[in-house]
């Protein structure tokens, strides 16, 4: 990780981050999207200036050469331009042009998702340290403020991203889960508590076994039985582990306990433990389909979907369909063809599951058009006629460039 340390005092406390604060190791002390406390030890980080990722400095950079250049052109003094560099960094660092007080870095929101589930990595591998808990609770803070701010883009990255490769597949997996958790537990109307009891548990169900997911997901050929038996009780495991670091919220202990054990039926007779267990199960299998192992292919969303509208008796799955409500058969971030032949990502989710907004990007000849082009899915010239997988879209996707149609 390439990182530079920020100029002392060029931070103020109070500031809503856009970009992320690192120790000199790397290691995330405030995710983006925070504000700054003002508490002693916040104050003694920004006098002795904390860490960045080096292309989160590009706007600063860019700021302090035009103001240096300009005073080239003007034929200052080295000294002056000196001073002036000295000053800059200590009182406008990050500060437009002719304004008065410093603004934030912007960030990328895909530098920024980019950026957690590297937070997110680096929490989930190290369940032994002891400030576990504040470092878990900081990372879903920061994920769900993204998702609330912008809930289609958001879901739009995550689900792209999953799709990509299976390099950190747990990491990628805990965030995605953590999406599809809230949208779901918004469907259903609850309230925050149980919302973030359920947000807590998405990332944590596969605590007990974070390195191995990782290492499965890159062998080229399947699981084997002693393999799947290693893996069998995870989730008790997990729930073991938790209630150890302190954990209390039974719902949360439940819902990791069970996430692979609550079976089919109703959800409304159910605890909220076995309730959450149920969601869990389900999306657990939703975005197990969406990620590539090194040995199979992603599947497309609507396949994905198919997998858990029913449920282990071929009955309609209450939790099921509640996720496939929330986002969409067709949701952002997944690849689709329309009628007239184009293909394209789906950007925004419709009012009904099969006619969201798409973004066209390969023509009906067959070869990449020049910009996106939104297309409306409920004309019947642009409607879907099949979901994608991540492969069988011969074209690589930017995602900054998507995320400017938001």
């Given amino acids: 990780m390439d990182l530079v340390q920020l100029p002392p005092h060029s931070l103020r406390t109070g500031q809503v981050l856009t970009f992320s604060l690192r120790d000199s190791a790397g290691h995330l002390l405030f995710a983006a999207g925070n504000a700054l406390p003002d508490t ?56 437009e042009r002719g304004a008065t007080r410093p603004a934030p870095l912007e960030v990328s929101d895909a530098a ?3 950026d957690l589930q590297w937070h997110a990595q680096q929490v989930l591998r190290s369940p032994e340290r002891p400030d576990f808990l504040p470092r878990l609770t900081q990372l879903l803070d920061s994920v769900l403020a993204r998702l609330t701010r912008q809930p289609d883009a958001s879901l739009a990255l ?22 599809l958790s809230e ?9 925050d508590a149980r919302r973030r009891s359920l947000g807590l548990a998405a990332l944590t169900m596969n605590l ?16 084997n039985g002693a393999q799947r038996e290693q893996l069998a009780g995870h ?21 990791v306990r069970l996430h692979h054990d609550a079976g089919p039926g109703p959800l409304a007779p159910r605890g909220d433990g076995e309730l959450m267990g149920r969601l ?40 099921g369909i509640a996720l496939i409500k929330s986002i969409g058969l067709y949701p952002p971030g997944s690849l689709v063809r329309l009628a007239n032949g184009e293909e394209g990502m789906v950007i925004k989710r419709g009012h009904s599951a099969n006619e969201p907004t798409v973004a ?22 642009q409607a879907i006629s099949v979901s994608l997988a991540p492969h069988e879209l011969r074209l690589r996707i930017h995602m900054e460039t998507m995320l400017k149609l938001y």
Wanted: aromatic share 6%; charged share 25%; glycine share 6%.
């Fill in 235 to 255: 989730g008790d495991r997990a729930a073991v582990l938790l209630r150890e670091m302190g954990v209390t919220d039974d719902a949360w202990l439940g819902a």
């Fill in 158 to 179: 995550l689900i792209h991203d999953a799709g990509q490769e299976s390099q950190q597949y747990s990491a990628r997996h805990a965030l995605l889960s953590l999406g």
């Fill in 40 to 95: 002693p030890q916040v104050r003694e980080l920004i006098a002795r200036g904390p860490f960045v990722q080096a292309h989160e400095t590009r706007e600063y950079q860019r700021a302090l050469n035009f103001k240096l250049d300009t005073m080239v052109l003007q034929g200052a003094s080295l000294s002056q331009i000196a001073r002036a560099e000295a000053d800059y960094q200590r009182t406008d660092f990050h500060a």
């Fill in 280 to 319: 869990l199960r389900r999306i657990d299998v939703y975005g197990a389909r969406l990620s590539p192992r090194r040995h199979r292919r992603a599947l497309s969303a609507a396949q994905a979907a198919r997998a858990i509208y029913l449920d282990e008796l071929k009955q309609p799955d209450e939790a």
């Fill in 183 to 191: 949208l779901t537990a918004r469907q259903l109307g609850w309230d």
């Fill in 208 to 223: 007990s076994i974070t390195q191995q997911q990782d290492q499965h997901a890159l062998r080229s050929d399947g699981l």
């Fill in 360 to 381: 066209a990007l390969v023509g009906k000849s067959g070869s990449p058009l020049t910009t996106p082009v939104l297309r409306d899915t409920r004309l019947p010239a």
């Fill in 112 to 114: 920024a998702w980019s």
